[in-house]
């Protein structure tokens, strides 16, 4: 086995623990050994020197796009791994709507065993909810599970049919994952490139209402119900979805969710001169839509932080607004832009946000990690919340660009990644 | 990238009339007038923009407006090119950066854009040098359309300020709505729109127009009334049930315009379905100015030609006065 690591110096922060001390942590074989003041170094020890670094939990993203196989040009899953460490993120969920979709075991083992052996952020499959992601039959979900799948979803798509919802939500139940659903009404959103309201209508483009998400978020919510399963809400944009949530929450249905980074933050006001860097689905909405869903965040009501990190080429995203591709890349930026639209204003503290990216989702999803308790996996995540930056895309480790922040400054810095007690991230001028 | 202002306070291009001041928009009005007379010549043709080459970049399909703007280029002197879509290198999948940049290469001085994606002539005046005018993108403006609506109205009623001006109809797709309430508000009139609310497009209260969903109404309220025309494929997109009843519930018949208190006017841009938004007995009848707008058509975009190449609205009289 490997040394042990002894990581001294800083203030370790683990909401899941209650800690926020100036401590030391040991891992040994790749698990926490010990967290604390008192905690000394073996003598075989590696020793890591996080004197005005902040240490926590590695941060879990349960929404991201790794587009490989069939979209290499835009990323895959080497690239999207080590975006995803560059980001302080230990673990990444990777969705399904490849090209092929990943909807059977082999093309789920391979996701696992390509993300292995990148020795980057550890990589879980997401497997499709349905063949082909067609909304139809349901894949072999047990299969899935088998080959490594930790969740189904049909993101990019919402599955529509309301059948086929409640059979998956119940089915789900057998191997204990959740359904990830993109709560999207497609009746209510052809056609739709941006949010429906003043800004679509000054600029003459086809709008997705809030009812669109909303409706079927209450949906879904009462399939929940019904059934007992899982349900996950994907990318929480309008302030009525939060209201079903709420709902959910209140009768203690197996309901969960979560909101990304930009629509913590950035409004439809973004997309004016024809942004294609703002085009994401669901849409940039209003201030009121901003303020509902980090209050929902801050509550409780919304679990945790996801990216829905969605990569593009340069030339997709340089076009027409209507033909541009939704998405943004997000893995990079996340934690910079959390601190921006949470910690900075006050609306969260730094242990909240710790919470809602790490330990959170580790809780909602079952996972080990997320804490850094006697036994846990060593995913450990070392970084400045003081230390200001400025978003440049050019050094992304991703392998796209497109993202609305370049140029922003934030407040946050990732400096070290650790992964099963192996450090596979340290920042530019660290060495 | 307005830095550099023009001829009336016009930068580089003339993508829509959100971004123009309404002494912008009056100058380019008042640079029409004597543009206007060239085309009573027996000919028809002055040296303003002599030696400029003009391409006329129509990505859908396009009668009037094209004609309009060829005819304008030609009247002022310059060698103009018709690039359609169809046919072109762009049903081969070249990109609107690549056909743009190629154009470029060719050195041209000017482009008319027209495009079925809002942004497109925005999209295109970002990268490219040439003045570029819209001549319509998607779903958001047509700049010059509502130019030429704005002269036609001016000539009727002497002003524009303090009228009462309804658009009637498919208000959500129309860019020709979005770039007469623009032009509108900031020449001082009061701005209406009126429709079935399944063509009303969402908050647009919150830019200072009023809603009607009743033309009854509206042509109580009206000193003149701007008709879109409704397309066939809204019928087939389920934003109303049948052209029939969209003709009994928003046609605007002379029964209908019998009722206003006033003389009100009655202005299309074309091209009509006659029997659907408007009956033949409006669109032909002394009420109806919508002849008079395509001759404006003409004048309204040799002014918008004229100050783009660097023109002063004040040598425009004696600018036409040159020999061909």
Known sequence: MSRPLYIHGGRVLDPSLGIDDRAAVLVVDGLIEAVGADVSKPDDAETLDANGLTVSPGLIDVHVHLREPGGEHKEDIATGSRAAIAGGFTTIWAMPNTDPAIDDPAAVGYVRAAGRAVRASRVMPIGAASIGQQGEKMTEIGELVHAGAVAVSDDGFPVRDSGLMRRLLEYTQTFDIP??????????????VMNEGRVATELGLRGIPNAAEAAMVARDVLLSELTGGHLHVCHVSARQSVDHLRWAKDRGLRVTSEVTPHHLLLTEELVRGYNTQAKVNPPLRLEEDVVAVREALVEGVIDVIA????????????????????????????????????????????????????????????????????????????????????????????????????????????????????????????? | MNENRQGAGLGKDLIGLETESGDTIRAILDTAEPFKEISERAIKKVPVLRGKTIVNLFFEPSTRTRISFEFAEKRLGADTVNVAASGSSVVK?????????????????????????????????????????????????????????????????????????????????????????????????????????????????????????????????ADALNVLRLQLERMNAGFIPSLREYNRVYGVTQARLDEAPGEIVVLHPGPMNRGVEIDSTVADGPQSVILPQVTNGVAVRMAVLYLLAGGAPEQAEEAKKGEA
């Open chain 1, 179 to 192: 359904v990830l659903q993109h709560a999207e009404d497609p009746g209510l959103t052809r056609g739709g």
């Open chain 2, 93 to 221: 999948g070249e990109t609107l950066v690549d056909t743009a940049r190629n154009l470029e290469a060719m050195r041209i001085d000017m482009v008319v854009i027209r495009h079925g994606s809002s942004g497109a002539a925005q999209f295109l005046a970002d990268r490219i040098p040439s003045n570029v005018i819209n001549g319509g993108d998607g779903q958001h403006e047509h700049p010059t359309q509502a130019l030429l609506d704005l002269l036609t109205l001016r000539d009727s009623f002497g002003r524009i300020e303090g009228l009462r001006i309804c658009i009637v109809g498919d208000i959500v797709h129309s860019r020709v709505a979005r770039s007469n309430i623009y032009g509108l508000q900031k020449l001082g009139a009061e701005v209406a729109v009126c429709g079935p609310k399944s063509l009303i497009p969402a908050r647009i209260e919150e830019m200072g127009v009023q809603v009607f969903t009743h033309v009854e109404d509206a042509i109580q309220w």
């Open chain 1, 307 to 431: 990216t829905d990190h969605a990569p593009h080429h340069y030339d997709e995203k340089e076009r027409e607004f209507d033909d541009a591709p939704f998405g943004i890349n997000g893995l990079e930026t996340a934690f910079g832009l959390c601190m921006r639209a949470l910690v900075d204003p006050g609306h969260l503290t730094l242990a909240g946000l710790i919470d809602r990216m790490s330990c959170a989702p580790a809780r909602i999803m079952g996972l080990p990690t997320g804490s850094l308790r006697r036994g846990a996996p060593a995913d450990i995540v070392l970084y400045d919340p003081d230390e200001k930056w400025t978003v440049d895309p050019a050094r992304f480790h991703s392998r796209s660009r497109n993202t609305p922040l370049a140029g922003w400054e934030l407040t946050g810095r990732i400096h070290t990644t650790i992964v099963g007690g192996e450090t596979r991230f340290v920042a530019e001028g660290d060495a």
